[in-house]
């Protein structure tokens, strides 16, 4: 009986160790995993955040250069999608698919008022207006999606309006076209409803979202093109390494990158680590473009930067602590 006893201890004692020995490798491999998707993350972010680098190299209208990048990174994003032989859920949420397709519409526009306003302004103060987008989204968040607009929200609007104020100020000063300053303007509000009309279509996530936006927002550019001048481009051959570049690595590669890695991260590293996007835009635009940045407009930076990120943890915490108080009463 004794003997009996020491056997199912030592098996007891096994089992136990197996189990801490397994779920020690698991814990493992998934920091490795959360690390290998955050490097990823980074790296679209610093993609997407060196776009208007590679734009400036390429000798095209801004609606040309967008026609183009949509038209390549579409096809690559369509290409990856088959190959990964991803779930399709497009056809089975018809109402969702059709915000879908408006989202595509507004980043299309979102795009080509980007790209115009990086070549009247500047790449660092079109980035600057552009990022602006996401407050917008948050002030029309009350309006949609009925979320409450905190004092903290409010303290966030209030900073990023003071950077605009400040980065419109000294464009106005150095020369800068009023036109630019409009299409900067309009790319955040085309950016807040490309992702209003996003979260409506819930069920279409990941890279499947990706290739139909892009897709969408190809035939939107196609037929402004069209209307505009006719499908006739006179490419420079010197313009079509940074063409594939923007098309190829950043919009198809940087999007895939974002999209498969996006999901498995906490939702404060998405929003914080996000910011590394403007960030790297500005940085490149006066280190790689000798873009000046007198202290007004650095100041805007800060002002518009710190201010939406303010404003979005905030909202996140307040959010958080909702589903807390939910789960203890469903408890």
Request: hydrophobic content about 50%; aromatic content about 12%.
């Amino acid at each position: 009986m004794r003997d009996c006893h020491e056997i199912y201890v030592k098996h007891a004692f096994f089992l136990l160790y197996f189990l801490w020995y397994s779920n020690g490798i698991n814990f493992v491999r998934e920091v490795k995993q959360m690390r290998k998707d955050l490097w990823k993350y980074i790296a679209a972010l610093l993609l997407f955040g060196s776009n208007g680098i590679v734009a400036s190299h390429i000798h095209l209208s801004s609606y040309e250069i967008v026609f183009l990048r949509s038209g390549i990174g579409g096809l690559a994003l369509l290409l990856l999608f088959l190959l990964l032989r991803q779930k399709r859920n497009a056809l089975r949420y018809k109402k969702e698919f059709m915000f879908l397709g408006l989202a595509g519409m507004a980043m299309g526009a979102n795009w080509m008022f980007l790209y115009e306003a990086y070549q009247q302004v500047g790449v660092g103060t079109a980035t600057l207006l552009c990022y602006c987008g996401p407050m917008i989204v948050m002030a029309l968040g009350r309006i949609f999606f009925q979320e409450k607009l905190t004092k903290k929200k409010c303290i966030g609007f209030l900073a990023v309006f003071l950077g605009i104020v400040c980065i419109n100020g000294q464009a106005f000063q150095e020369g800068k076209t009023l036109w630019g300053l409009f299409c900067g303007v309009m790319s955040a509000v085309m950016y807040a409803v490309l992702v209003i009309a996003n979260k409506k279509a819930e069920h279409i996530t990941g890279l499947e979202n990706a290739v139909w936006q892009t897709v969408c927002s190809f035939l939107v550019v196609a037929v402004f093109l069209l209307s505009r001048q006719g499908i006739s481009l006179e490419i420079p051959k010197g313009d079509w390494m940074p063409i594939v570049q923007l098309g190829l690595l950043n919009t198809g590669i940087g999007c895939y990158l974002y999209f498969s890695a996006m999901g498995r991260l906490s939702v404060q590293t998405v929003a914080i680590c996000g910011y590394l996007e403007p960030l790297s835009a500005v940085v490149l635009s006066a280190v790689l473009l000798q873009e000046g940045m007198a202290p007004m407009q650095a100041a805007g930076a800060v002002l518009i930067l710190g201010g939406a990120m303010y404003a979005e943890l905030a909202g996140k915490r307040a959010r958080e602590k909702t589903e807390e108080t939910m789960e203890y009463i469903r408890i």
